[in-house]
């Protein structure tokens, strides 16, 4: 009988020693390092941050779709390359969406992306001196794209107003003001891109062309 409890208690010190190496081997993959790459905007404490529910967690069976549901809740963040290093570091390569103006609409204030989402404002260094917008997305959606359709220099816009009648102010870095008219506007755009630079017509800090087929200078 005492053999029995002697071999029974040998047993149980040994399933309790492999027990214990294996909770030992398995906490190796714990995540104890986060690396950020890529990231000119967004700042790495600030990501890291966010990303510190998973710090400890096995890497084995750390599941990618738990980092992403973190990440995508940062609005500057456009994609992501995720990549496992063992035994205990996760590498994530950031590409971040680049602002190109900021609206201001009702008293708030948004980032305007490439793509013409609005993204949250945040008073980023890097990106104060972008056009301002004072109007609503979804007319300046449509505004940007005939923008683009003349070659207009969006990097030389200071502000764009848009006004009750459902119309456009545009102030350039040069402090040049076009008054574009409701209608036929693109018209407008072109005319003032192919006199703008000419001798006769530097002088003039005001385009007006809300009267039809008329420019007024000023």
Known sequence: ????????????????????NEKLTISKFDLKEIK??????????????????????NLIFLKNKEIEKLLIKNTL??????????????????FEIKPIAILINKKEKFYISEKINLIKFDNLPDYQNLPQIFG???NFKIFFKDLKKVNFPFNQIKRLSLYEANRWDLE????????????????SLKNYLSIKNKDNFRKYRIFDYRVNETLILK
């Not at 990231?39 to 600030?46: A, Q, R, S």
């Not at 941050?49 to 710090?55: A, D, H, P, Q």
């Not at 870095?173 to 018209?187: A, Q, S, V, W």
């Open 136 to 138: 609503n997305i979804d």
């Open 36 to 57: 950020i790459e890529n990231n000119l905007i967004i700042k790495e404490e600030d990501l890291k941050r966010s990303l510190k529910s998973i710090y400890n967690k």
């Open 1 to 20: 009988m005492k053999s029995h409890k002697i071999i029974a208690l040998i047993l149980l010190i040994l399933l309790s020693t492999i027990t214990i």
């Open 77 to 94: 963040i456009d994609s992501f390359k995720i990549k496992k290093k063992f035994p205990n570091t996760l590498e994530i390569k950031i």
């Open 172 to 187: 350039t870095l040069d402090d040049k003001t076009i008054r574009l008219p409701t209608k036929n506007y693109i018209n």
